[in-house]
Each structure stands twice: as C-alpha cells, then as structure tokens.
C-alpha cells in the first residue's frame, strides 16, 4: 500500500535559519504529493503541492520539488520565522485506477518551533 | 477560495451519549469528504470517505456502528459518534475534494471530550 515517512521531529530552530524536512513515500502509479500545516488547534492548511515528476511546489517561501528516482519531497525554507512554527505534513494522493485513488495518505508530521 | 466550515470546533460530552458533527462546502459543492481522526502529535488517520446519496466508504478497523456518517446533500457531510466513551475523545477533521488536480480542503477540526 501507500506509505508517506517523514524524518523524526521535533525540529527547533532560530529565526532566519534554513529548514529542511525530509519526505519519502511508497506508492504505485503517479501520486500528487503535499505538504500541509497544522497551526495548534486548527485543520490542515496546504502549503504547497506537486502533481508529477520534477514539479518544484511553491508557497510563503518554502519549496519542495517532486523526486520521482529518489521517491522523495523534502521541505525546505531559506530562512524561516517564529510565525512559521506548527506542524508539516508530507501527504501523497494516489493515482487514478486503484482502490485508494483520491484519498490522502499522511506522513506522521513534524513540528517545527522556531525561537526569537 | 474553497471553505469547509466545521461544527463545533470543541464539544465535552458524557458517556454514553452522541455527538453530532458538521461539515459544509461554503461556496462549492463537496461531492465527496473525508473524515479523519487525529491523536495527540500524531497524524491524521483517515477514517471513512463520504460520498453524496449513498453509504460512506469506513477504512478497516473503524467501527460503522459508533461512526455513521450521513451525506445527504452535496454540501453538508456529518459524523455522528453514538455512545461515545473516553477512548473516542480526540481531534476529528473534515475535508472535501474541491475539484481538478487533487485539491482538498480542510475544516477547522472538533475536539471531541468525552468525560
């Protein structure tokens, strides 16, 4: 089945440091892959997405380009803020044609606290 | 843009009664949601898809009985957690697929406390 890992948080970082989150997954066929952040107490927001290989999503200056050799699409940030503290999922969206088409699967998120 | 609404955004309920959760497409129509269950710092686990008219789709191991999920409109979707206990209080999300390209939305989240 479909499998998103995420490296191991939490994350702590000063203001204006550069941010990398690892992702990899599993899947058949051709996912879309996420990222998405949860700010405490709330749902999910999209951060940014890619829908094939070698796509490069975009948003609030973070990045993440989509590695369909290495099956991978880490998140990063050149400098982050203390506003950017929450947590990141990686999520995939199966293919169409199989039994999961449409759902999302999510990786086990990582927090990230950012500090003055 | 896209907005699900969800309702109520925290909710304390006593043993052995049933809580009603909404989840409504405000400027589109949602013909399916998503419904998730989310423990503390963990992720989120998907817990059955919704499908407008007919019986939502429940993921192995999530019990149909305790969560029935009504969609009957193509913007309302609601989870209903009958006799619920403490092991039921978590963060439930609702999300919708609002169209091309694999957009979801996502509601705010209920937290559910059962004392």
């Known amino acids: 089945g479909n499998s998103v890992t995420q490296m191991e948080g939490p994350v702590t970082l000063s203001e204006e440091a550069f941010l990398t989150i690892n992702c990899t997954y599993t899947?058949?066929?051709?996912?879309?892959l996420f990222w998405y952040v949860q700010y405490p107490g709330e749902g999910l927001q999209l951060l940014l997405k890619a829908t094939k290989a070698d796509d490069k999503g975009s948003n609030k200056g973070f990045e993440a380009t989509y590695r369909k050799e290495t099956t991978s699409f880490h998140l990063e940030k050149g400098s982050v803020q203390v506003s950017d503290s929450a947590v990141y999922f990686c999520a995939l969206s199966a293919g169409a044609g199989g039994t999961s088409y449409g759902k999302l699967t999510f990786g086990q998120g990582t927090i990230l606290t950012v500090h003055p | 843009g896209a907005v699900v609404s969800q309702h109520p955004s925290w909710v304390i309920c006593k043993s052995g009664t049933s809580v009603k959760i909404e989840c409504r497409s405000l400027d589109f129509q949602a013909t399916t949601m998503f419904w998730y269950r989310q423990f503390p710092k963990q992720s989120l686990m998907l817990m059955a898809t919704s499908n407008e008219g007919s019986k939502a789709t429940y993921e192995q191991g999530v019990e149909k009985d305790k969560f029935l999920i009504n969609h009957a409109s193509l913007t309302l979707s609601t989870l209903t957690v009958t006799s619920a206990h403490p092991e039921d209080s978590s963060f439930y999300i609702c999300?919708?697929?609002?169209?091309?390209?694999?957009?979801?939305?996502f509601g705010s989240g209920t937290r559910l406390t059962v004392v």
């Open positions: 999300s919708a697929r609002t169209g091309a390209h694999y957009g979801y939305t």
């Open positions: 899947a058949t066929g051709y996912p879309s």
